[in-house]
């Protein structure tokens, strides 16, 4: 990784751009943050406000706000949250599959010209989809392409928020206050990033502590770690029925949390959309699974042996991208 890393966020000047570029600049992950946007001014107007906040730091980030796609030339990270957000409860995700399929069709040519080596990561949602969609058309386009180098943000903000949800869940067990940090809780959150998604709480604990010796000794009742589930499983859509749109702060660090794995070459694993490679029909969909993330992208793919139960889950996330894939030949 260079040592003058740049980060181009595609369709950052929306919500979740301006939040992933002013964590950037916290953070000191970015030396050069570039806001591409059709909506030229509000680009230009966002990295003025960010390039003055930045002063504020140590660390030195240029930030350039631009409709011009030649600024991302040779960028180490390229995100993707360009398209259409859900406006209300009844605007699904998958509502916006075609919306979102001619962006990514425009954007695919600029990245493949000026940066066809970056480490891209696909938001926009519906993002198992758009992720697929993005990877064929990088695929087409870019010689010997590698599909460990592009994956979508799922299961690190599903995480997020089923570790808010369950140190609360813990915590309200305990009347002389909070003894539990959501920053302990580890999740492991699977399969699609939709209401199918999958938090699985056998790999789930606190700090190595599993659930199951916290639901049998510490009698967190089984209805409240169902509970902590479906709060997870609702999280986004709670808050777009209160905002109106969608998150922005918890998914911008999410986001940061998967470029500083690949920038810093951490060889963290973090549950992400990544491509499918089986035998079966559900080979060269994406969907959320632990993976290994390193200066190389995806380095490694965490395998599981479900139960019955869970194979029935994890295909029953797939149908959708199986459809569309069958659809496509
Ligand atoms: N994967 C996840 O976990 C997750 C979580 C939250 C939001 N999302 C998705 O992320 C996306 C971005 O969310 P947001 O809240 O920042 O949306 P937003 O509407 O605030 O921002 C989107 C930006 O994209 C720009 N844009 C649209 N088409 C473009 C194009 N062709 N080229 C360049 N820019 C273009 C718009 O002008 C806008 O500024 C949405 O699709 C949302 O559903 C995904």
Excluded at 112 to 125: Q, R
Excluded at 173 to 194: A, E, F, L, R, T
Excluded at 228 to 238: A, L, R
Excluded at 270 to 276: A, G, K, N, V
Aim: charged share 25%; aromatic share 6%; glycine share 8%.
């Amino acid at each position: 990784m260079t040592n003058n890393t740049k980060i181009s966020i595609i369709g950052g000047g929306g919500n979740i751009g301006g939040a992933l570029a002013y964590t950037l600049i916290l953070k000191e992950l970015a030396n050069t943050i570039v806001l591409v946007d059709l909506n030229k001014n509000v680009a230009e107007g966002k990295a003025l406000d960010l390039g003055q906040a930045a002063a504020f730091e140590e660390g030195k980030c240029d930030v350039i706000g631009t409709d011009d796609y030649s600024n991302i030339e040779n960028s180490d990270v390229i995100v993707i949250l360009a398209g259409f957000a859900r406006k209300s409860e009844s605007d699904t995700r998958e509502i916006l599959i075609d919306k979102n399929k001619g962006v990514m069709k425009s954007i695919a040519p600029m990245i493949a010209k000026h940066s066809p080596n970056s480490f891209v990561i696909v938001v926009t949602n519906p993002v198992d989809i758009i992720a697929w969609i993005m990877s064929n058309e990088l695929n087409s386009l870019i010689k010997d392409f590698n599909y460990n180098k592009l994956i979508g943000l799922s299961g690190v903000l599903d995480g997020g928020r089923f570790q808010y949800f369950a140190a609360k869940a813990i915590n309200s067990k305990n009347c002389s206050g909070d003894i539990v940090s959501p920053y302990d809780v580890q999740p492991m959150i699977i399969g699609s990033h939709n209401n199918k998604m999958m938090p699985m709480i056998r790999y789930s604990g606190v700090n190595g502590v599993s659930f199951e010796h916290i639901m049998n000794i510490e009698d967190l009742p089984a209805d409240d770690v169902e509970n902590i589930k479906k709060q997870t499983i609702s999280g986004g859509g709670d808050i777009v029925k209160l905002l109106g749109t969608s998150a922005y702060f918890a998914p911008a660090r999410a986001i940061c949390k998967m470029i500083k794995a690949y920038t810093k070459n951490e060889k963290r694993l973090l549950c992400c959309s990544t491509r499918i490679e089986s035998k079966d029909d559900k080979n060269g969909i994406y969907l959320g699974l632990p993976v290994i993330i390193g200066s190389e992208g995806v380095e490694k793919k965490i395998n599981f042996k479900f139960t019955d139960e869970e194979l029935k889950s994890f295909n029953n996330c797939s149908q959708e991208g199986i459809k569309i894939l069958k659809e496509s030949k």
